[in-house]
Structure formats: structure tokens, C-alpha cells
């Protein structure tokens, strides 16, 4: 038998307003019926809304009221807040944090494109891994939204894990990989002890497109290096060349 689930006012109102709505079609419920199901299924924050109802209220009066406090728009700001905040937990699946970010951008952004929320969702995401170097991984992927995100992200763990199973990464591990009080990880160079820092707390968080360009100039850095140093073994080796001849002429 078909049952309208139950609505607290933490999830999307809309949501649970178009299953109302679809149940009512189906089951062709009556006024009566609605306001029955309708009442029957607030429970909580959302279900303090019917104390003080007149007998003679409708079901519209019920949704105006519901609209008023947990309408989505109203609770916009509070979802993106609650975004921008959102940080994967140590026992938390990346499948959970894709769910979580899904829901919260559906709910801050009820009226933006599908271009704006595939871009704030994916940031969101990177951001909310609170992982540096899983971060870095998925940004180097370039994914353009959510889904790619997750996908590199899932790779990324799986090929580390299936490495770390075959011993392959125990070492590294060791000597790269560190904990915080946290317990998330953090490179550090080898044979270097890390240090805590006690302004780490205040420091600002850099988002995701500012990591990015990060890598992007450190990676340029990286080359311009490398060419720097074959110019100077071609030159050391054009003067060892060179050599044998100004002996040859003084004799």
C-alpha cells in the first residue's frame, strides 16, 4: 500500500510537496483524504506547524505554512552555508559525500541552470574532500561535473588501495604519508619531521580553481628547471670538447 513518507523540515519541501501531489492524482483522494495524509505525515519541526490550525483548514492552508517556514528559497542561504562547509568525514564513502553535495546544491541553487549547478557542485565536491593530494588527482582529471568528479575520485582511492594491499606503497606510506589530529593525511618530504603548526587552525583554505592554477604554475616552474639544466650540461660539454685542441695548438 502506497504511504506518503514523512517530512521534518530537513529535506526539500518541494520535494515532498510533489509527492503529495502525485498520490493525490493516483489514489484520487478527496480533500478530506489530502488533509488526512497531509497532517498525518509532519512530524517534528515541520509538524508544530498544526498546532493552533483551525478544524476548518484545508490543505492549502497546511502548505502555505510549510512554505513559509521551510520553503526552499526561504532556506537558501542557510543551504549554501551549509555547502560551503561541508567536509567528508574519516568513516564517511565517497558515495555519501556525492549524495550530500547532490542534495545541498539541489536545495541552495533551486533556480539556477544546469550549467552553474554541474560547476558548483563539482567544486563543491573537490573542496569538500578535504584531501589534498585526492584533490589534486581529481582536479588534474579536469571533470566538468559532479559525476566526473566522483569517478576520478573513486579511481584514485582504488588504485591506492589495491597498491597499498600488494605492499607496493608501505614505504611510501611511511615516509610521505602523515595523520594530523584529524586524521587526514598529508605529504611531507622524506626524512623531514612534520611540525604542527598552531596557526593552521586560522590559515585560509585555497578553493579548488586556486589549487589548480597552483599546479599549473608549479608544473611550468618544473620545466622551465629542466631546461635550464640541459643548457648547462650542453655548455660543460662543448668546453670538454674544446680543451684537446688549445693543447694540441701550444705543442
Same mark, same amino acid.
Given at each position: ?17 510533489? #509527492?503529495?501531489?502525485?498520490?493525490? &492524482?493516483?489514489? &484520487? ?125 573513486? #579511481? ?48 585560509? &583554505? ?5 589549487? &589548480? ?20 650540461? #650542453?655548455? #660543460? ?15
Amino acid at each position: 500500500m502506497l504511504k506518503l513518507p514523512c517530512y521534518t523540515g530537513t529535506d526539500s519541501l518541494e520535494t515532498f510537496l510533489r #509527492k503529495l501531489n502525485s498520490m493525490r &492524482q493516483y489514489l &484520487q483522494w478527496n480533500e478530506d483524504d489530502a488533509m488526512y495524509h497531509l497532517c498525518g505525515s509532519l512530524e517534528g519541526a515541520a509538524g508544530q506547524v498544526l498546532e493552533g490550525l483551525p478544524t476548518d483548514a484545508k490543505t492549502t492552508d497546511v502548505i502555505k505554512l510549510l512554505q513559509t517556514r521551510f520553503g526552499t528559497k526561504l532556506q537558501a542561504e542557510r543551504f549554501k552555508a551549509e555547502l560551503s562547509a561541508r567536509r567528508r568525514q574519516p568513516d564517511k564513502t565517497l558515495q555519501h559525500l556525492y549524495r550530500e553535495i547532490n542534495r545541498l546544491v539541489s536545495l541552495a541553487h533551486p533556480t539556477k541552470s544546469t550549467d552553474f549547478t554541474d560547476h558548483d557542485s563539482k567544486e563543491a565536491f573537490i573542496r569538500a574532500l578535504n584531501n589534498g593530494p585526492l584533490q589534486l588527482e581529481v582536479m588534474k582529471g579536469e571533470p566538468t561535473n559532479l559525476e566526473d568528479a566522483l569517478n576520478f575520485a573513486t #579511481k584514485y582511492e582504488a588504485y591506492k588501495s589495491s597498491l597499498v594491499s600488494q605492499g607496493a606503497l608501505s614505504q611510501m606510506s611511511a615516509d610521505m604519508l602523515i595523520s594530523d589530529d584529524d586524521d587526514r593525511p598529508k605529504w611531507r618530504s622524506r626524512g623531514v619531521h612534520a611540525v604542527k603548526d598552531a596557526s593552521k587552525d586560522t590559515a585560509p &583554505q585555497l578553493s579548488a580553481s586556486e589549487l &589548480q592554477d597552483w599546479l599549473a604554475q608549479a608544473t611550468k616552474g618544473i620545466a622551465a628547471l629542466a631546461a635550464q639544466s640541459g643548457e648547462t650540461d #650542453k655548455n #660543460k660539454s662543448g668546453a670538454k670538447k674544446s680543451s684537446p685542441s688549445k693543447k694540441n695548438s701550444g705543442a
